[in-house]
């Protein structure tokens, strides 16, 4: 009789999450060097779509609060593109736990 479990399962591969589908909210008005915003690649000019689970500018800080040193998505409008940024908010040399400046759009 053959063994079942000398096979092993097929590999699932999961296509990356889809971008959010919002308009963007805020723009990255300033990126500080050294920065947990510069390590994940945020840019001067990024448009925030998502920031973790924050989608408006008043959810961000209670969001980052409450996930400090736990790495969490931030999608950016660059362009025509949506780009996925893996950021972890802590405490770093400069003022904050981002080091990065969000503006709202009006």
Same mark, same amino acid.
């Given at each position: 009789?053959?063994?079942?479990?000398?096979?092993?399962?097929?590999? +699932?591969? *999961?296509?990356?999450?889809?971008?959010?589908s919002n308009a963007p909210w805020?723009?990255?008005?300033?990126? &500080?060097?050294?920065?947990?915003?510069?390590?994940? @690649?945020? &840019?001067? @000019?990024? #448009?925030?779509?998502?920031?973790?689970?924050?989608?408006?500018?008043?959810?961000? *800080?209670?969001? +980052?609060? @409450?996930?400090?040193?736990?790495?969490?998505?931030? $999608?950016?409008?660059?362009?025509?593109?949506? +780009? *996925?940024?893996?950021?972890?908010? &802590?405490? $770093?040399?400069?003022?904050?736990? #981002? @080091?990065?400046? #969000?503006?709202?759009?009006?």
């Amino acid at each position: 009789p053959e063994d079942a479990r000398a096979t092993p399962p097929p590999t +699932v591969i *999961k296509p990356p999450p889809a971008p959010p589908s919002n308009a963007p909210w805020c723009s990255i008005t300033e990126v &500080r060097a050294s920065s947990p915003a510069a390590d994940a @690649g945020l &840019r001067l @000019g990024d #448009l925030v779509v998502a920031f973790g689970a924050a989608t408006a500018l008043d959810q961000v *800080k209670p969001f +980052v609060l @409450g996930h400090v040193g736990r790495p969490f998505a931030v $999608w950016v409008q660059r362009g025509n593109n949506r +780009v *996925k940024l893996d950021m972890t908010a &802590r405490t $770093w040399a400069g003022e904050g736990l #981002l @080091g990065c400046r #969000l503006l709202p759009l009006q």
